[in-house]
Every structure is written in C-alpha cells, then in structure tokens.
C-alpha cells in the first residue's frame, strides 16, 4: 500500500463537505472517489457498486449518507474487509448495529463511528486528570443549539443529539444502570420542529447525573460537567478557553494540534496503515439501546 490512502467518500451532504476539505488539506490521503445518489457530470463523482470500488483500487472509505443507508453501505466495505469512518449514529437501530459488530470482527475491519466529542484533543486531556478530582458525585450534560432542520417528526432532534453527551458519558463510565425522562416538551413552528428534553440516569457505578438538550437555544451549549470530591472537570466543545480541570489547581489543557475530524482522519489512516483493528461499535450499541428506549417512552 502506498503512503496515501486511496479513498473513498460517501455522501456529499453537509458532513460529506467537510471531509471533503479535509482529505483535500491532508497529505495522507488521496480522494479517489466521491459516490453519491445523482449528479455525476464530473468525473470524481460515480455511483456506488463493487465494480467501482475495486476500480478505484479503494483502501478506506468514509460514510456520511443519510441514516437509513448507514448499515447497508458499511456492509459493502466491511465485506471487502476496507476500514471506514462512519458518521454516527451507527445505524437505524440496535440489532443493525450488533450485525455490523459481528461483521466487522470476522472481517478484522476496523469500523470508527464519528463521535467528534470523543477525537477532542481536550477532552482527552481533561479524561486523562480524572483522578485529581477524587470520587465523582454528580454528572451534567447540557448540549443543543438552535437548529430549523427537523422538519419530519419521524426523527426527534434528540434523537440526533443526545448521542454527543451520551458518547462522552459511556466512554466515561462505560454503561447506565437506569435513566428517566424529567421533561420533554416538543413544538412545531417555522415548519420544523423543535425539542426541549431533560434526562436524569444512573451509572453502573451509582453516580448520579443529568442530561439536558434543546434546539432552541439562542446560545449553541456542548458542555459536560464532572464534579467529584476534591474539584470538577469542565469540558467546553464549542469553547477552547472553557476547558479545565479545578482542584486547588487549575490544569487547563495544551493548544489543540489537531481538529476533531483531522484526529477520526488521523485514527482512520493509522489503523488502515498499520492492519489494526479498532471498532467503537459497542459504544454505538449501548447507545443505540439507550435511544431505543427513549423513543419507546415518548
């Protein structure tokens, strides 16, 4: 395999643009292809089969389609043992994505679910001073943003966020022992709908904490609160200067060398080069399990 990747790009939404520029800025890699539904008056664009992904010679792929395609396309390249990034969720629901587990595995594919929160340079920083903080007492999520785009209640826009704090919290603490819904209160205006939910739950290891979301907020909030005996940890994923860790001392964390998706990149080309097989698959599971829940008791 040569220095570059060969890859290949699918879906070219919103997030598909921004790896885009991305792979284009990165010298590890080389965009061979972009697959999308139509459109194809350049060359660069071609619609998705096994004949052109072996034409292309493709060593990695990046899934960033609409969420009902997800377990459909990474079957494809799972099969064809290429590692991928795939933008979360995983997939529509949790028996897809226990499919997607077994696959992988026998393949020895590597499959890396996009939570950006979790390729955040600070809040690998902040995890890695969890001790300074002492026992932990207490957990607060509040993440959300005002966003128009909901326009089908087929999918609540919690649905789509919760999975950022929830990422966090289980990369944390690994599981929760029981969680309830406090509130949730939805409206439609401007021919979108618009979410406000608070959540309380319990971790395996007893810890206590809340979640709270909304996309109607006039102030975009992505922050995680730890609090413990001795100090608490402040994660701030819109704000650089609104990361620490307080004890008697205030540790705060080094300039970020890289950006979130240049570090899923990062990941991406280092398994691929190196043969290593990494999966965060579960993780996508006992999210995938909790958001099944909370659909079932709205």
């Known amino acids: 395999m040569d220095t570059k990747l ?8 919103n997030f598909g643009k921004k790896y885009y520029k991305n792979i ?6 080389k965009l061979n292809v972009i697959y999308r539904k139509n459109n194809f008056n350049n060359r660069i664009y071609q619609k998705l089969s096994n004949k052109s992904i072996e034409s292309n010679k493709i ?23 290429i590692p991928l990034i795939l933008e979360k969720p995983a997939a529509k629901n949790p028996d897809e994505i226990k499919k997607l587990i077994i ?20 809040f690998n920083f902040l995890i890695s001073k969890k001790k300074l903080i002492g026992k932990i007492k207490f957990i607060e999520a509040s993440f959300g943003k005002y966003s128009e785009e909901y ?8 649905e789509d966020w919760l999975s950022h704090p929830l990422s966090l919290i289980l990369q944390v603490f690994k599981k929760l022992s029981s969680f309830h819904v406090i509130s949730n209160n939805s ?15 319990k971790t395996v290891q007893k810890i206590e904490g809340k ?44 300039k970020k060398r890289l950006s979130p998706m240049e570090n899923v990149l990062e990941t991406l080309y280092l398994k691929t080069i190196k043969k290593n097989f990494y999966s965060n698959l579960k993780l996508s599971l006992e999210i995938g399990k909790i958001l099944q829940r909370l659909r079932k008791k709205s």
């Open 151 to 158: 326009k089908k209640y087929s999918q609540q826009p919690s």
């Open 59 to 81: 060593d990695a792929a990046i899934v960033a389609t609409p969420l009902e395609t997800h377990y459909k396309i990474s079957r494809i390249f799972i099969e064809k043992k």
């Open 211 to 254: 979640i709270s979301f909304s996309n109607l907020l006039t102030k975009k909030k992505r922050r995680l609160v730890i609090y413990g005996e001795k100090g608490l940890i402040n994660y701030d994923g819109y704000n650089d200067k609104n990361n620490f860790v307080l004890t008697k001392k205030k540790f705060v964390p080094l």
């Open 187 to 201: 409206i439609k205006k401007k021919k979108s709908f618009f979410q406000t939910i608070e959540i309380k739950f």
């Open 24 to 29: 284009l800025n990165n010298k590890k890699f």
């Open 103 to 122: 696959l992988s595995k026998k393949k020895r594919t590597s499959v890396i679910v996009n939570y950006s929160d979790l390729f955040n340079e600070n």
């Open 6 to 13: 060969n890859t290949a790009l699918v879906g070219f939404g």
